[in-house]
Structure formats: C-alpha cells, structure tokens
C-alpha cells in the first residue's frame, strides 16, 4: 500500500459474506507490526481508515527513530 507508505501490506480476509482488511508493516527484523484491522463495509476503503494506519506508521516510525 504505497498511498500509505513504503513496505506497508493488506491482507484481504473473506468470511461468511464478511470482509475485512489488516494493514500492517513487515520490513524490521524484530517485528511485524499491525498498523490497522477493520471490517470493511462498502467496496472502497474508507479515508478514515486509511488515515488512522497511516498516523500509526508515522508514529512507529518516529518511536524507530528515537530508539536507534
């Protein structure tokens, strides 16, 4: 998902006529970290929820920064 960030990936997950997404990051070596989960209700995925996995990144990355 490069609109959110480089190394960012979606899992699409199908389920009894539900559908959900994870967004996540797994470019470090000591983690895979889960930006976002949420169960998609209409076809396109909502600007909101792209936002929030994106300030997540953003943070995760300065807390990276910070810890080097």
């Given at each position: 998902m490069k609109s959110i960030g480089r190394g960012v990936e979606e899992i699409?997950?199908?389920d009894d006529g539900n559908v959900?997404?994870?967004i996540y990051i797994a470019?470090?070596?000591d983690a895979v970290h889960v930006l976002h989960a949420?169960?998609?209700k209409t076809w396109k995925t909502r600007k909101a929820?792209?936002?929030v996995a994106e300030q997540r990144l953003?943070?995760?990355l300065?807390?990276?920064r910070?810890?080097?």
């Open positions: 699409r997950i199908r959900y997404r994870v470019r470090f070596e949420f169960e998609k929820d792209l936002d953003q943070r995760l300065a807390q990276r910070n810890t080097l």
